[in-house]
């Protein structure tokens, strides 16, 4: 049982909390504050600590400001109680409430259930409840608020002609999702011979509209503005980019209005959450096929949204909410294309010949805890001369690595632009817990080096059972045991390739996706839409 907190340290925490939780007053670097100090107590303080600090704050700090109190306590906590009172709160209070304080507060909650904060039996039953209902509403207050209800239209005769690839973000081909989408646009019009569009409609939050701890601001490729031709990776593809900074009545229209001229006979909803391609499809005014970028529970109101894998996970859903989700489930493979390498070797600091584990990613400082550290401290202890990179930026985790044992053979490498040139020094992939790492996972398979990850997330979707493990001591064991025996890491390095075989072929996924956005306009003309 952890000790709990002095009672002055205790006082001192919630002095500092209080500080923030009173003010009236807030700018950018006042959030910024009040973001760290939150997260410095969730890591510095055991749950016990942590509960008996948000009970304190629960009994003394004003109630009057719902987003920004309970934001705060779901932080100390991970009870996702205190969500449910922000969604709840904001709901009642929808006709009065901006769209845009409704939108911003989805994006922010949304981003710390994929981070993997929440903990508790209620995450089960959360996002297929109470987190969709909330998003049903959203969408449908603003069309209602907004006067953003597209018309109805009437199909053209014959096949898929053209497609609108809908994303909320498209940065650069640094980014993965990006790499995606343009993949996907750039294979239906090349591979198809389709006539495609991108609509790049930068509808993250790309402003803060309340005090929700922490804040959550996206990044938005200014120069990407307009109608344009996009050329990535020796193709070209039609793009339409809108990049005004505030979510708002008049940048949704100019969207709505721009998808509605291009005329497409289907919509591609690509990635959940995807408000503009789903004011198409509440009402019926299109067909609309959403194609998921994560694994789990997607949230869309399409009428069909596909897997990110062949498994049905609607099952996992109680039987009160499976059925909106259940109804619409395809089962998919969202498939991968390998960026491309100039095969110049990769700089990993460390000698040649070393023996290498990889870590990969783009939250490294959120993903990376320090349990992950202490995991792989562990491995390394079992591992005598091997090393261990971390790629992709990272702020902090630099400095998180010196109280470790083995901080001397672990190296930050920062953003590794040929990532398949690293992963041909490496010999063993290790995936934290986390809900990402698809993509990295996927290109490490490719590459013939074997993944250790748990059993959930995109990981372990993309790896397959083969490559997955139940606990923290068998994590640690098939690490070791790939590191150190040269012929269980060669029977793996064949099966890593021959699981990339399985899931990587993006052609087949193209033609996998027009056929049910085929299914998807013969239920827009029977008049099934919608969840």
């Not at 099952?315 to 998919?332: C, T």
Request: charged fraction near 25%.
């Amino acid at each position: 049982m952890p000790e709990p907190v002095p009672s002055d340290r205790m006082t001192e925490a919630a002095a500092a909390l209080m500080v923030f939780l009173t003010d009236r007053q807030f700018d950018a670097g006042k959030i910024n504050r009040f973001s760290m100090l939150c997260d410095g107590l969730r890591r510095s303080l055991d749950q016990d600590s942590r509960l008996g600090l948000a009970d304190l704050l629960e009994r003394e700090a004003p109630a009057n400001d719902t987003v920004r109190l309970r934001s705060v306590l779901f932080l100390l906590t991970g009870d996702l109680y205190h969500y449910e009172r922000i969604l709840h709160y904001l709901m009642l209070g929808a006709d009065s409430a901006d769209p845009a304080v409704l939108h911003y507060t989805h994006w922010c909650l949304s981003r710390q259930l994929f981070l993997g904060v929440a903990t508790g039996d209620k995450l089960a039953s959360f996002v297929p409840c109470d987190l969709f209902r909330y998003y049903t509403s959203m969408v449908r207050s603003v069309a209602r608020r907004w006067g953003l209800t597209p018309p109805r239209t009437t199909l053209r005769d014959g096949p898929i002609r053209r497609v609108a690839v809908v994303t909320n973000q498209f940065t650069n081909q640094g980014h993965q999702p990006t790499r995606d989408c343009f993949d996907f646009a750039a294979r239906m019009q090349d591979e198809f011979g389709l006539d495609v569009a991108i609509i790049n409609c930068n509808a993250l939050p790309t402003r803060v509209e309340n005090v929700f701890i922490p804040p959550m601001i996206a990044e938005v490729a200014a120069d990407l503005e307009g109608v344009f031709a996009l050329k990535m990776f020796g193709r070209q593809v039609k793009v339409a980019s809108f990049t005004g900074p505030a979510f708002s009545q008049d940048k949704l229209r100019l969207i709505v209005e721009a998808i509605d001229g291009y005329d497409p006979d289907l919509i591609v909803s690509f990635g959940g959450s995807n408000i503009v391609a789903d004011l198409f499809a509440d009402v019926g005014a299109r067909p609309v096929v959403a194609l998921p970028t994560s694994s789990g529970i997607t949230l869309s109101l399409a009428p069909i949204v596909l897997g990110f894998e062949e498994r049905d996970h609607t099952q996992a859903i109680s039987p009160l909410y499976r059925a909106p989700f259940a109804r619409r489930f395809r089962p998919f493979t969202f498939g991968y294309t390998l960026p491309p390498s100039d095969g110049v070797r990769a700089d990993t600091g460390f000698p040649d010949g070393t023996p290498l584990f990889a870590v990969v990613g783009t939250r490294l400082d959120e993903e990376v805890t320090g349990e992950v550290l202490g995991l792989f401290d562990d491995i390394l202890d079992r591992c005598p001369g091997a090393g261990l990179v971390f790629a992709g930026e990272a702020r902090e985790l630099q400095a998180r690595l010196a109280p470790l044992r083995n901080h001397g053979r672990m190296r930050c490498l920062g953003h590794v632009l040929d990532i398949r040139a690293l992963y041909r020094r490496c010999h063993v992939f290790l995936n934290p817990p986390r809900q990402g790492g698809g993509g990295g996972a996927a290109f490490a398979l490719a590459e013939g080096v074997p993944v250790v990850t748990y059993g959930w997330g995109d990981g372990a979707s993309v790896s397959g059972p083969g490559f997955s493990v139940a606990d923290r001591a068998a994590f640690v064991a098939r690490a070791t045991l790939l590191m150190t025996d040269t012929e269980a890491r060669e029977a793996a390095a064949a099966a890593a390739r021959a699981r990339f075989a399985e899931i990587g072929d993006r052609h087949r996924c193209v033609e996998r996706l027009l056929a049910y956005g085929e299914e998807a306009r013969s239920l827009h003309r029977a008049g099934r839409n919608g969840p």
